[in-house]
């Protein structure tokens, strides 16, 4: 009973913490700032007005400055609130906060009589938020009104308040300190300026570099197309998500026949630009939503999610098709006909992704077997009826048999022809 208590007390802090402060994080931190600076003005006006208690300071000027400060930091606070100033570049409108802060504290210096020694220390605390999001101008420009400001409350006490005069040593001493009170709080917030730019530069470097290096961990250079590593990753994923939704998902093995002949005949250069021109097929042929990846050497795994089996069936023969349909043409002229056989199965209840690769091999082999250049299904699958989804038929191209080789007129426009012997893979 007492954990759920205290459980209901925490969610009920976050939920009044969110209320105060939005759930947009660009607002949020905006507000943070800002209400950071709200506690400190709170704090500067309790100081004067404890001042003005002790008959230091005249309290009816310190009322009104008292009631200024605070409806300007709250007013801001309120304005972040409402969303107003969430496409501004800056939602906190940092210098213009730090004006009137800067401005206050210069009034402050002036209502505040013998105890105006307190005002430079309030000054260095409140140049602080010029760090957060100020550039190095606007920190600059800061410093210069900074210096104004005082300059001007300095000489409003020495000539225009008779009745409260100070001595000229103690009012320069005072004015060095906000001079160098605001020299070196700008050269902080420069410098912490330039080393938060150049974490941003090393942190988007960062983010490149691990993208390169995801993309180099992922992908075939070869190819182009995803590696083993990414899909098994998929595999898991979609195997995870098929059983979740109660999904079909199908998985096909594909492998070019007689590649090693090509790799004899022509060279491995050759044979890399076979592979590039097959994975550009059926690239072309597969949907948006399915995987294509190499696996290995001339092995290729192809994941078909929220299919059926049908509806897989038309999308292979179509696969199969273009690739029989025209030899594949090299930069050097020479054209190499090829085929591909094919695996593929269904994910099975209670089958891991694994199992399911498994039955796609040995389906693969036994489309070798039977004479490549055709699509089968692992054992057990039931014959598909061809009775596939209108959208993906419309897709499908017209195909010749299950097993039958290019034709003479696929060779058009070649200059020379493969002829490398077909009598084993």
């Known amino acids: 009973m007492k954990e759920w208590l205290v459980s209901a007390q925490r969610i009920r802090g976050i939920s009044l913490l969110d209320a105060l402060l939005t759930t947009d994080s660009r607002l949020r931190m905006s507000l943070i700032t800002t209400g950071l600076a709200c506690l400190f003005m709170a704090f500067c006006i309790l100081v ?36 107003a100033t969430r496409d501004w570049d800056d939602p906190a409108f940092t210098s213009v906060q730090m004006i009137y802060g800067i401005t206050s504290n210069a009034v402050a210096y002036v209502i505040a009589g013998s105890s105006r020694g307190i005002t430079p220390p ?80 090393q942190k988007s470097e960062l983010a490149e570099a691990v993208a390169q290096i995801h993309e180099m961990a992922t992908r075939d250079e070869l190819t182009g197309l995803p590696n083993r590593r990414y899909m098994q990753d998929m595999l898991r994923l979609e195997e995870l998500r098929a059983r979740r939704n109660g999904q079909p998902l199908l ?14 005949s022509y060279g491995h250069a050759a044979g890399d630009q076979v592979l590039q021109d097959f994975s550009r097929r059926v690239a072309s042929c597969v949907r948006a939503a399915d995987v294509w990846a190499r696996w290995g050497g001339e092995e290729f795994v192809l994941l078909m999610p929220n299919t059926s089996q049908a ?50 091999d040995t389906a693969l082999y036994a489309a070798k077997g039977l004479g490549r250049n055709r699509v089968e299904w692992a054992e057990g699958e039931p014959t598909p009826k061809f009775k596939p989804n209108p959208n993906l038929a419309a897709q499908a191209r017209p195909v010749r048999g299950r097993a039958s080789p290019p034709q003479p007129g696929d060779l058009a426009d070649c200059t020379t022809r493969s002829s490398y012997p077909q009598t084993e893979q």
């Open 251 to 264: 998985v096909a093995q594909l492998d070019l026949d007689f590649f090693k002949k090509v790799n004899d």
């Open 122 to 201: 309030l000054l260095a605390v409140a140049m602080m938020f010029a760090v957060f999001s100020l550039r190095p101008q606007q920190i600059k420009g800061l410093m210069a009104y900074g210096l104004l400001a005082y300059g001007v409350a300095a000489a409003v006490v020495q000539w225009g308040m008779p009745y409260d005069p100070m001595p000229a040593s103690l009012a320069a001493v005072y004015l060095l300190v906000v001079v160098m009170v605001l020299t070196m709080t700008t050269i902080l917030s420069l410098r912490a300026n330039t080393m938060r730019e150049r974490l941003q530069i």
């Open 311 to 360: 509806d897989g069936e038309v999308l292979l023969e179509r696969v199969r098709a273009k690739v029989a349909s025209m030899p594949a043409q090299l930069p050097s002229g020479v054209c190499i006909a090829y085929t591909v056989s094919i695996g593929a199965a269904q994910l099975r209840e209670g089958e891991g992704a694994m199992t399911l690769l498994e039955r796609t």
């Open 48 to 83: 004067v007005e404890l001042l003005a208690t002790t008959a230091l300071i005249d309290h009816q000027w310190v009322r009104w400055w008292s009631l200024a400060s605070g409806a300007c930091v709250l007013g801001s606070f309120a304005l972040i609130r409402s969303g």
